[in-house]
């Protein structure tokens, strides 16, 4: 193990009063160090995380003509994804005339480094900490398939996902994978119950936090060894939705998704989300890794100093599915499609306008609205006039909330969830 997370269990109260301080030290890395990369990393991204990887381009696999990304194992076409760094955005076009679920041959990978393979049948869950009553438990695959199995339809999108928009829309820099607004999808996730497998591990009452850790490569950022993906869930969540899944979309989890097991935490922020899960701290007290400290949290001038609460449910978005930049001809109508997502309830309303936000119509809803997941929808456009236009929908959730205009800016652009002003031109 490269650093020793029972060391940070047992220092961990000094080091959150340390933290407040800006002293504590956080899963073998120093703050001044993230600091410093903080400081130095806005064109990098968070931590320079974005630029950690491989250069962008793809290569092409010699006779098949099928582009792979550095570190990702499934075919990634320029007709279905657009490549950033170690990651693959699903391009929203590509969705178009696809059923409510996002096909595994277009779901978006977001890699801090690269897929491992992991072999199910050497696969082992390790269940440890001093929130356990007990010691250590291990599952195996079929001791994990061999639980009560759950299904649920969920999205997992990034916290950056739209990212971008803050930039083109609302003109500020922000650090991070410049996504737009494909660091989404929705799949049908089969597994065991996390909180079946921590009530079989022992949990105890005094548990408070619970670590999942990826069993892909450790992340270094600007030199900075940050140690491999984890962050924590405090209990109330792991013991409440959480799935430990197996399958996706009906096939075992494939390897870019975080085969052979993950989390899939409903309507949190993707990184919650642990791929290719090889053990689980369960902690009596508070745990502090970059990915709930410096990363995944609200910086910046309209958020508390130091930082807000790490950052927990999705927002609200609409997405059309349409190159940006689309051509329409005049006169001719055209079925406008596309989707919107709550973290926070089901989608109720999509209002659509065609003229840049001056009138809106309501959308046709063609999915039930579900908690954690989407709806698609459609309108009829007929332009009338030529030239370039903006397409804007506009979504309302059960909460009674609805997209705004601009969204609340911080450093690291997470969150995005204005209406976006979707570009095309009418000829
Ligand atoms: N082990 C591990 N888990 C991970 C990541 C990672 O790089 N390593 N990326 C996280 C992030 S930031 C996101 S948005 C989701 C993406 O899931 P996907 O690649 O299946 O779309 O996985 C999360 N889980
Ligand atoms: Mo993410």
């Not at 993230?34 to 990098?44: D, E, S, Y």
């Not at 096939?251 to 791929?275: A, N, Q, T, Y």
């Not at 601009?406 to 995005?416: D, I, K, Q, R, S």
Request: charged share 20%; proline share 8%.
């Amino acid at each position: 193990m490269p650093f020793d997370l029972s060391g940070e269990s047992r220092y961990d109260r000094a080091r959150l009063r340390q933290w407040a301080r800006g002293r504590a030290r956080t899963a073998g890395v120093d703050r001044r160090d993230l600091l410093k990369l903080f400081a130095a990393g806005a064109a990098a991204g968070p931590l320079g995380l974005a630029a950690a990887g491989p250069a962008a381009a793809g290569t092409t696999a010699a006779g098949t003509g099928a582009v792979a990304a550095p570190g990702i194992v499934k075919p990634v076409p320029p007709e279905l994804f657009t490549l950033r760094g170690t990651n693959a955005e699903t391009n929203f076009a590509a969705l178009r005339g696809t059923g409510h679920l996002t096909p595994v041959d277009r779901f978006f990978v977001r890699n801090h480094t690269s897929t491992p393979r992991i072999d199910a049948r050497e696969w082992r869950l390790r269940v440890w900490g001093d929130g356990l009553s007990d010691g250590p438990v291990e599952f195996s695959y079929d001791r994990l398939r061999a639980l009560p199995a759950v299904e649920r339809t969920l999205f997992i999108e990034c916290a950056g996902n739209a990212r971008n928009f803050y930039t083109t829309q609302q003109g500020q820099p922000v650090a991070g994978t410049p996504w737009t607004l494909g660091a989404i999808g929705v799949a049908r996730w089969r597994g065991a119950r996390l909180s079946d497998v921590l009530r079989r591990a022992g949990v105890a009452r005094t548990a408070v936090d619970v670590l999942p850790r990826g069993l892909d490569e450790e992340v270094v950022a600007s030199g900075v060894n940050l140690g491999r993906v984890r962050r924590p869930l405090p209990v109330a969540k792991a013991l409440d939705d959480v799935i430990l899944a197996y399958e996706m979309n009906g096939e075992p989890l494939p390897p870019d998704h975080g085969g052979p097991v993950r989390m899939v935490v409903p309507d949190w922020i993707g990184i919650s989300s642990i791929k290719w899960v090889g053990d689980i701290e369960v902690s009596g007290q508070p745990l502090y890794t970059p990915w709930n400290t410096d990363l995944y949290r609200m910086f910046g001038p309209d958020h508390p100093a130091g930082g807000g609460a790490p950052l927990t449910r999705q927002t609200l978005k609409s997405a059309f599915e349409l190159e940006l930049g689309a051509t329409f001809v005049a006169h001719r109508t055209r079925l406008l499609t596309g989707r919107s997502w709550s973290g926070a309830a089901p989608v109720l309303g999509v209002e659509v306008s065609t003229d840049g936000g001056l009138r809106w119509q309501p959308a046709r809803l063609h999915d039930t609205p579900r908690r954690g997941s989407w709806v698609r929808w459609s309108l009829p456009w007929t332009p009338r006039a030529a030239g370039p236009t903006a397409l804007l929908a506009r979504a309302t959730d059960a909460t009674g909330r609805t997209q705004p205009t601009t969204a609340v800016p911080n450093t690291e652009g997470y969150l995005f969830d204005a209406v976006v002003r979707h570009p095309v031109t009418v000829v």
